[in-house]
């Protein structure tokens, strides 16, 4: 027997949950008076990404108290905010999809401006933060990556960082089709959006708990948007190389050709080739390229072994014809 069709919706608000148990109650008292001003059809969809608190309980009472706008997926581990989001968007029917963090750092009150954006004709809008809350130490490193990305690709996102991003469902639809294990999904829309823009969108302190992205985790993502939309790392370091090799080559011949005329051991600055530290920069040089050849190596990897990219536990939604069904 088919399923029921489900109703649609003018607008999906996708948002990631991986222990937010101490945020979600002042989230939910902001998020549904703020759609409901908005005057449109629109569905909430929770993603939980295999939390270890009670962030899935709490989500499974608030479908039961607004069963007509909310959807709840439960996934069955910890498969990454990208992934959580990408199995959001596989499951929304809305024909404009906004993303937003659950810590209320983005406030919901500010989806209005990116839907505006949207009616102006935009496909893809993205929030630029401003009078950002966060730490020194994260908004430099920030910048840092916000530079190094636009040096090496041809994106250009202001505010690679935030979360509170509206697309088309066209564009949606061109992000789903990719089959990519690893990817970063502002930079890939970016890529498809034949009309993007960006509006600048307020940006408050944490309401509760604490950051899930660590240093190695904003590194790791960095890394993942380098070597997913760019091969001009590999192509620097190859050219790194044989600039190093030419050199190398170059002075040896100097060093040879002054000995044989003028017998002299080498003239002073030529002493720093036989210094430790030009050995231990040549051999950090070969360990960064393979470990830049490895990241390469490690997402073909990743990619070839066809697994799936995040399984569901358990989905919570309201069909069209009334009574609410969860699959387990």
Known sequence: MSEPAMTK?????????????????????????????????????????????RSAALLRAQFAARP???????????FGQHMAIMAGFEHCRGERIVTLDADL????????????????????VGGVRIARRDSLFRRTASRMMNGLRERITDIR????GCMLRAYSRDIVAAINECREVNTFIPALAYTFAQNPAEVPVAHEERAA????????RLIHLNFDLVTGFSLL?????????????LGSAGTYIFV???????????????ILWDRDILEFFLIGMVLFGLGLVGEYVGRIYEQIRHRPRYRVRALLERSSTGPERARE
């Open 157 to 160: 996102l202001t505010d690679q």
């Open 233 to 245: 790392p590999l192509q620097i370091f190859a050219m790194l190389g044989i600039l190093i090799a």
């Open 105 to 124: 750092q983005n406030p919901p009150e500010e989806i209005g401006k990116l839907l505006a954006s949207m009616d102006e004709g935009h496909d893809y």
């Open 68 to 78: 007509e706008v909310t959807r709840v997926m439960i996934l069955a581990g910890n």
């Open 209 to 216: 708990g604490e950051s899930k992205y660590s240093l190695y």
């Open 256 to 270: 040879m050709l002054e000995r044989i005329l003028f017998g002299a051991p080498g003239s002073a600055w030529l």
């Open 9 to 53: 919706a003018d607008l999906s608000v996708v948002i990631p949950v991986y222990n937010e148990e101490a945020v979600l109650a002042a989230l939910f008292a902001r998020l549904y008076p703020a759609l409901d001003a908005l005057g449109t059809a629109y569905e909430v969809i929770f993603v939980d990404d295999g939390s270890r608190d």
